[in-house]
Every structure is written in structure tokens, then in C-alpha cells.
């Protein structure tokens, strides 16, 4: 009886350690994808304060893109395999979802700075830290899904808070921009600003499903 229970107990740390290297794995790949989005992010900003030139941001972004497809691509192929996850699996498809989300709209805001021409970039450089920020928030939370789970929907509240500021730089600066004369340049502006509005609201959508697996699990 006692060699029955002993196997028992050595067969369960076993299983706990494998369940526990799979959830591993899986917040390195999450981790992973956001990682790229922050390049993306970080590209972008560059390119605002003019330390990037345009076309070349365009080229570069164009791979950064293909790292964050990779990454997801990666994600999603694990979820079929992996014995356990933090969260429910869709929840975790959601997430990744969305920091591609994410990424993709950076890309569109780098390709549109390029196509729309706009002679200063300057009023992007604070929305585009305030992604930086968040993703880097966001980071923060993924990683606290195994160590300290009762604190993640706390930590996430600090990239919805980055989602907020970059909505209200973004209203500020189309406040400024309809009160002065109605210009080609202000419509560009305009553009590019709804496209720095987008990538907030995808990143406030990667903070809500994680926030929203989070709770599902506390029940």
C-alpha cells in the first residue's frame, strides 16, 4: 500500500511539473508576441521623432510584421499540443488576437506616415510612448499569470490607464487641429491620429481579455 501511494505522489509531481512547464511555455510565447508589438511600437516612435527615416521604417516594419505573424502562428500551434495553459485556451487566442491587432495597425500607421507625407511627425511621439507603456504593462500582467495570479487584474489596469492617456493626447491634439485653418496637412494629421487611436483600442482589447480570463479563473 505504502509503494502504491508513494508512486502515487511521485506520478502527481510529475504531472504537476510537466502541467507547469506547458503554462511556462505558454506565457514565453504570449510574452513573445508582445514583445514584437513593442518593437512595432518602438519603430513608430522613431519614426516621429525622426531618428527613422519613413521608407526605411516602411521596409523594417514589413519584418517586424513577419516576426509577429511567426510569433502567433508559434502560439496558436502550441495551443493544440500543450497539456495545460493559465487561462482557457480561447482566452489565450483572444489575447494573442489582439496584441496582432495591435501590431497590425502599427504597421498601418508606419506605411501611412510614409504614403500621407505630413511634414511633422512630432505630435505622435507621446501617443506612441503611451503604446510602449502599455505593452510593456501588459508584459508585466502576462508574467504575473503563473507567479501571482490574484494580482494580474490589478496590473492590468495600469495598460488600460495608457490606453486612456493616448485616447486623451490623441483628443487633444484634434482639438488643436479644428481650430486653426482647415488644411491639407490637417487632414493627414487627422488620419494619422485615427490610426493611433485604433492601435489604443486594440491594446485596450488585449488588456480586457486578459482581465476577463483572469476573473473566469478566480470562479
Not at 503554462?23 to 513608430?44: E, K, P, S, Y
Not at 504597421?107 to 505630413?118: A, H, Q
Not at 503563473?146 to 487584474?153: A, F, M, N, Q, Y
Not at 495600469?158 to 487632414?187: D, H, I, S
Request: glycine share 8%.
Amino acid at each position: 500500500m505504502t509503494g502504491a501511494r508513494g508512486r502515487a505522489r511521485r506520478f502527481s509531481r510529475a504531472w504537476d511539473d510537466l502541467r507547469g512547464r506547458s503554462a511556462r511555455r505558454v506565457v514565453d510565447l504570449v510574452r513573445g508576441q508582445i514583445a514584437v508589438a513593442r518593437d512595432g511600437a518602438g519603430l513608430a516612435r522613431a519614426t516621429a521623432t525622426g531618428a527613422t527615416d519613413r521608407p526605411a521604417a516602411r521596409a523594417r516594419m514589413t519584418e517586424v510584421e513577419h516576426e509577429g505573424d511567426a510569433a502567433r502562428g508559434e502560439l496558436v500551434e502550441t495551443l493544440r499540443r500543450v497539456l495545460a495553459t493559465p487561462i482557457d485556451r480561447e482566452d489565450l487566442f483572444r489575447l494573442s488576437r489582439s496584441i496582432d491587432d495591435v501590431l497590425d495597425h502599427l504597421r498601418d500607421y508606419v506605411r501611412e506616415t510614409d504614403l500621407f507625407g505630413p511634414e511633422d511627425l512630432g505630435f505622435a511621439v507621446e501617443p506612441l510612448q503611451a503604446v510602449i507603456d502599455g505593452l510593456a504593462e501588459l508584459d508585466a500582467a502576462v508574467l504575473k499569470m503563473l507567479d501571482d495570479p490574484g494580482s494580474v487584474t490589478v496590473a492590468v489596469l495600469a495598460t488600460r490607464k495608457c490606453c486612456n492617456r493616448l485616447r486623451q493626447l490623441c483628443q487633444a491634439r484634434l482639438a488643436e487641429l479644428f481650430r486653426g485653418p482647415l488644411r491639407m496637412e490637417t487632414l493627414r494629421e487627422r488620419e494619422l491620429l485615427g490610426r493611433l487611436d485604433a492601435v489604443g483600442r486594440r491594446l485596450g482589447e488585449a488588456a480586457d481579455a486578459l482581465a476577463d480570463a483572469m476573473l473566469k479563473r478566480s470562479h
